[in-house]
């Protein structure tokens, strides 16, 4: 299979919503409509309405993008915007589905290439255009040379989401190299009050909210670091003025790709508004050969005219109908187990009697998957060695890890254990064998981070490796879960091994092969859930979720922190895969003191996982655990697969949030609510509930904490989301939580 063919499948399976093997039914497509006459297409779904169509000059343009049209609406063939000055000619102003760097363009292009002789001009124009079941795919041409473009639109018929993707072929003699390429451009008209809303951090402090007005000028969020990383994520919202969290427009979107990436949003002169999103063009050239292709990744773009409470909401149905992974035989993804990790409590010095006590104490609490982290291999003991030599350590599990799995089983948990396949330390096996495996520029330094350096997964050889050695781990022992971890960015990106105008296709090629490794492993053990984890929220990204079950939000898990963390994740991404750890008081990220209750709520509004060192619990904490899990197992479907709504957002330095959310079928609500600080004798806030059913009584139930005195046991959605609930809370790091079931 070649790079592109291998690419094709990529691409198709995050376009057509998860694995190879998972039901890709679980949510239809739009049927899509075309004006031949006008050469206008146009996508419909859910209140949602795509339009573009060609323009006199071949072009394809922008049309319309928002609330649903009438079926009947008809739009007129696009012309292009009438030049403005000799500074602002119509390539600068019209807004281009697909624009190529050439014939005066000077904003942001699709597809810049260069060609031998030096010419970097490329002008595409339309060439034909089919429907393809419930897919448009149109097909572009530069003006004189034989570059072809191959664009794909599809529309989820549930949520209004839109995919959309590109393919540049060089069928030209000779050599052409792709210096930019994005998955598309999307247009806006022009407003003079945009905003725009992003996902910034650090470790320990991942999605952090940004918002800020669009003006005339250019705004890039990227990643250079061969990952998602910390410091940005592929995903933005672009709302008016006056849009709030449950009501104006928003138009969203994220980008289906796991290495360096870059989204370029623009305001022209005149106010027109583009977004451009797809490959990070610095450092970046991919040279294709006659006959090659490269295709980009895939841009989830939606609208919703709720604000956005409704963007999120429908993006996090698309995510769990089209992108997550779906068990064979199941119609829909697997809900989260509750998790112990033994990391905190042992660190590197794991054995095998350490391991089963901290198993038994987890599963007396309702624990329903126990994950050993770091340490079991190689020569484990720090962070210093043995990264690559997965091969268990027989000082530390003298009989291997079989006995351990066995009573892990035996408690009713399946067992997970850590990895870190695509890094190394200087000091293993495995480097010493092969020092030429890592990501490299030839005789110049290697940077160590972390004491560890990054395996080229684009070398085919050590991409065999990592299949060999992870299938025959999985293969030979009872394992259910693997937490991959990535705990450093590249560094020095050469690819010696191939000729000097090929290395940089490693952006590419690198991350096909981790998706290519990580189809085949579920292929071959469709059992084995995994979850991406890159020092926390390193590597969260729709490409990555639909090969993994679940994300590392952050490795900060304090519970107050976390609140902020989660809510900014829940912007772009579904609760569905959002692990939330119990970990000990003081935390160790900012020495912090919470109650356990406290720290298990800010948990329970995702995947609830416990990190803590259960040795030192006592045993009213097993008590509190215990019950906490059981009700929490309760609410768990509710939790992770509903409609969540954001009531109070810890936003802006509130003093209070509250989140809620409502499952699919109405049935059941769940209500969180926390409080930082009291004082001033401050009354206490009425919490106005969403999303329930007027007509429907609904009981009240608390999890933990306590309404005020007189609030009734039972009274109709309407009185629950008009007259609202009063939590009583008052003191430092308060929490409460209510189940309502109808």
């Known amino acids: 299979m070649t790079d592109f063919d291998q690419r094709r499948r990529t691409l198709c399976m995050q376009l057509l919503g998860g694995l190879a093997g998972a039901a890709l039914g679980g949510s239809a497509w739009a049927r899509p ?106 097909r572009l041409k530069d003006v004189s040379r034989a570059v072809h473009v191959t664009l794909t639109y599809a529309m989820d018929a549930a949520t209004g989401i839109l995919a959309r993707s590109a393919v540049v072929e060089n069928r030209t003699p000779g050599w052409i190299q792709v210096d930019q390429l994005a998955a598309a451009s999307v247009n806006l008209p022009y407003a003079d009050d945009y905003r725009m809303s992003y996902l910034t951090g650090r470790w320990a402090g991942e999605f952090a909210l940004q918002t800020r007005p669009i003006v005339p000028g250019s705004i890039v969020i990227e990643s250079r670091k061969g990952a998602t990383s910390h410091q940005a994520n592929p995903w933005l919202a672009i709302s008016r003025g006056a849009t709030e969290e449950e009501s104006g427009p928003v138009w969203f979107g994220a980008l289906g790709w796991s290495g360096s990436w870059r989204i370029h949003v623009d305001m022209d002169g005149l106010g027109g508004l583009r977004t451009t999103a797809g490959y990070n063009p610095f450092d970046f050239a991919y040279r294709l050969k006659p006959g090659e292709s490269l295709a980009s990744p895939v841009f989830h773009a939606g609208f919703s005219s ?88 027989r000082k530390k599990f003298p009989n291997g890890l079989a006995p351990l799995i066995k009573r892990v089983n035996a408690l009713g948990m399946e067992f997970g254990l850590w990895v870190e396949p695509e890094m190394v330390n200087p000091d293993s096996d495995l480097y010493r064998a092969h020092p030429d495996w890592v990501i ?36 030979d022992h009872a394992i259910g879960f693997l937490k991959w971890d990535h705990n450093r960015a590249w560094s020095e990106p050469g690819w010696p091994e191939v000729a000097a105008a090929d290395q940089q296709r490693l952006y590419v090629a690198y991350v096909d092969n981790l998706y290519k490794l990580l189809a085949e492993l579920r292929r ?49 991404y579904t609760p569905a895969i959002m692990m939330a750890w119990v970990t000990d008081a003081p935390n160790f990220v900012n020495r912090r003191v919470t109650s356990l209750e406290y720290r298990f709520l800010s948990a329970m509004q995702g995947g609830l996982g416990i990190g803590a060192n259960l040795n030192h619990w006592k045993a009213e904490d097993f008590a509190l655990a215990k019950r906490l899990v059981a009700g929490y197992k309760a609410i768990r479907k509710t939790v992770q697969q509903g409609d969540l709504y954001r009531l109070v957002s810890p936003q802006g330095g509130s003093n209070r949030s509250a989140t809620l959310s409502v499952a699919q079928d109405g049935r059941q609500a769940v209500l969180f609510a926390f ?68």
């Open 33 to 138: 409509s075309v004006d031949d006459t006008g050469k206008v297409f146009r996508l419909d779904g859910a209140g949602v309405t795509y339009a573009f169509g060609v323009n006199t000059d071949g072009q394809l343009q922008t049309l319309y993008w928002g609330s649903a049209l009438a079926p009947d609406d008809r739009l007129a063939a696009p012309v292009p915007v009438p030049e403005n000055s000799s500074n602002e000619m119509p390539v600068v102003l019209t807004p281009f589905e697909f624009p190529g760097f050439g014939g005066g363009l000077t904003v942001e292009p699709a597809l810049k290439v260069t060609f031998p002789d030096g010419v970097r001009d490329l002008v595409l124009r339309h060439v034909d255009h089919r429907v393809d079941g419930d897919r448009i795919v149109i």
């Open 306 to 393: 709720e604000g956005f409470g409704g963007a999120s909401r429908v993006f996090h149905r698309y995510q769990r109908s089209n992108i997550l992974p779906v068990p064979p035989g199941a119609s829909a993804p697997r809900l989260r187990p509750v998790l112990y990790n033994s990391w905190e409590a042992t660190l590197f010095a794991v054995d095998e009697a350490g391991q089963t006590a901290l198993a038994e104490k987890a599963a007396s609490i309702g624990v329903e998957r126990f994950v050993m982290d770091d340490g079991w291999f190689g020569a484990r003991s720090s962070d210093k060695a043995g990264l690559g030599d997965w091969v268990v350590n």
């Open 440 to 475: 490299h520029f030839q005789g110049r330094p290697r940077s160590e981070a972390r004491n560890q350096l990054v395996l080229n997964l684009a070398r085919k050889d050590v991409y065999e490796h990592l299949l060999k050695m992870l299938d025959r781990l999985l293969a």
């Open 524 to 572: 071959r053990h469709p059992k084995v859930e995994i979850e991406s984890c890159a020092s926390g929220g390193g590597r969260v990204d729709l490409g990555i979720m639909a090969l993994t079950d679940q994300v590392w939000t952050s490795d900060n898990t304090d519970p107050f922190d976390r609140l902020l963390i989660q809510d900014g994740f829940s912007r772009a």
């Open 675 to 742: 409080l930082h600080s009291s004082g001033l004798r401050e009354a206490q806030p009425r919490i106005q509930l969403r999303g329930l059913d007027p007509k429907k009584e609904y009981a009240l139930r608390a999890i933990a904490g306590k309404a005020v005195p007189r609030t009734p046991q039972r009274a109709s959605g309407a009185y629950w989301m008009g007259h609202g609930l009063v939590v009583e809370m008052v003191g430092d790091f308060q929490a409460a939580a209510f189940v309502l079931e109808g």
